[in-house]
T-cell receptor, first 109, second 116 residues
Framework: GIQVEQSPPDLILQEGANSTLRCNFSDSVNNLQWFHQNPWGQLINLFYIPSGTKQNGRLSATTVATERYSLLYISSSQTTDSGVYFCAVLLFNDYKLSFGAGTTVTVRA | GAVVSQHPSWVICKSGTSVKIECRSLDFQATTMFWYRQFPKQSLMLMATSNEGSKATYEQGVEKDKFLINHASLTLSTLTVTSAHPEDSSFYIC????????????FGPGTRLLVL
């Protein structure tokens, strides 16, 4: 099956700092999603981004499908950004999302 | 839009009892619903996929008789953990997809199950 690798596994930030999370995948994908799992466990859709660049407030994401990676940028981090960020991909002609192991982000005040 | 709810959010039960978890798509019709399990500090593991009106497809290693899934309508899927044991304690999350292949999945808030 497809391999989805996220880095770094853990990230500690001071409030206001910027950061970049990376997701590498081992095969061509039909869909890529970034999620934020908050401390209560809720998975929140951040981006649906099989290719290109999208921005939503302080967050932005870029997927370079030909090179099989995606980046999630967090700017001016806030304590509410803490949690686990997951990347998940969907192969063509498939219906099952394959999740990476996640990046745990801790933003300190 | 695209809201998925789960009920209950927390459940504590005695070993040997059965527990039912409901997953509902509130503002769209879900052609497919998915059930995941997540252990502490780990990623999500897909347990099964269900399509309305048909039998669920279980992932390898998931006991069909243990985890009963019913997708009775386009807005409701249920997961029943039968004869629960302490090792079934986990965080169970459902997701729903409106359209066909490639469509975004939307996730419910999860259900924490503790079996004593």
């Amino acid at each position: 099956g497809i391999q989805v690798e996220q880095s770094p596994p853990d990230l500690i930030l001071q409030e206001g700092a910027n950061s970049t999370l990376r997701c590498n995948f081992s095969d061509s994908v039909n869909n890529l999603q970034w999620f934020h799992q908050n401390p209560w466990g809720q998975l929140i859709n951040l981006f649906y981004i099989p290719s290109g660049t999208k921005q939503n407030g302080r967050l932005s994401a870029t997927t370079v499908a030909t090179e099989r990676y995606s980046l999630l940028y967090i700017s001016s981090s806030q304590t509410t950004d803490s949690g686990v960020y997951f990347c998940a991909v969907l192969l063509f002609n498939d219906y099952k999302l394959s999740f990476g192991a996640g990046t745990t982000v801790t933003v300190r005040a | 839009g695209a809201v998925v709810s789960q009920h209950p959010s927390w459940v504590i039960c005695k070993s040997g009892t059965s527990v039912k978890i409901e997953c509902r798509s509130l503002d769209f019709q879900a052609t497919t619903m998915f059930w995941y399990r997540q252990f502490p500090k780990q990623s999500l593991m897909l347990m099964a996929t269900s399509n309305e009106g048909s039998k669920a497809t279980y992932e390898q290693g998931v006991e069909k008789d243990k985890f009963l899934i019913n997708h009775a309508s386009l807005t409701l899927s249920t997961l029943t953990v039968t004869s629960a044991h302490p090792e079934d304690s986990s965080f169970y999350i459902c997701s729903a997809r409106e359209g066909g292949l490639g469509e975004t999945q939307y996730f419910g808030p999860g259900t924490r199950l503790l079996v004593l």
